[in-house]
Nanobody
Framework: QVQLVESGGGLVQPGGSLRLSCATS????????MRWYRQAPGKERELVAS????????VYAASVKGRFTISRDNAKNMLYLQMNSLKPEDTAVYYC????????WGQGTQVTVSS
């Protein structure tokens, strides 16, 4: 059974930091491209960051480049998103996604940036 479970969300003040984690099981994690998406109220889901299965190359949305860092630990089947210098517009539900031979999603974790 495939599982992706996000954690680490919460309420943070503007300028603060959060680290999201995604614990995975039920598939060969190291063979999958892993991505973080987010969806704000009333908006479409958007790609935040992506990390390759081989070589771990990364891609970021322009809105988060230089502030967010995606990483993975293939030994632990874990995906991370370090978010720094958070802004109110980063408020959204953040989802972990695994794609290659299948397309799997987590349930999401809420991130709220507010003073």
């Amino acid at each position: 059974q495939v599982q992706l479970v996000e954690s680490g969300g919460g309420l943070v003040q503007p300028g603060g930091s959060l680290r999201l984690s995604c614990a995975t099981s039920g598939f060969t994690f190291s063979s999958y491209v892993m991505r973080w998406y987010r969806q704000a109220p009333g908006k479409e889901r958007e790609l935040v960051a992506s990390i390759a299965d081989v070589g771990a190359g990364t891609v970021y949305a322009a809105s988060v480049k230089g502030r967010f860092t995606i990483s993975r630990d293939n030994a632990k089947n874990m995906l991370y998103l370090q978010m720094n210098s958070l802004k109110p517009e980063d408020t959204a539900v953040y989802y972990c996604n695994a794609v290659r031979f299948g397309n799997y999603w987590g349930q999401g974790t809420q991130v709220t940036v507010s003073s």
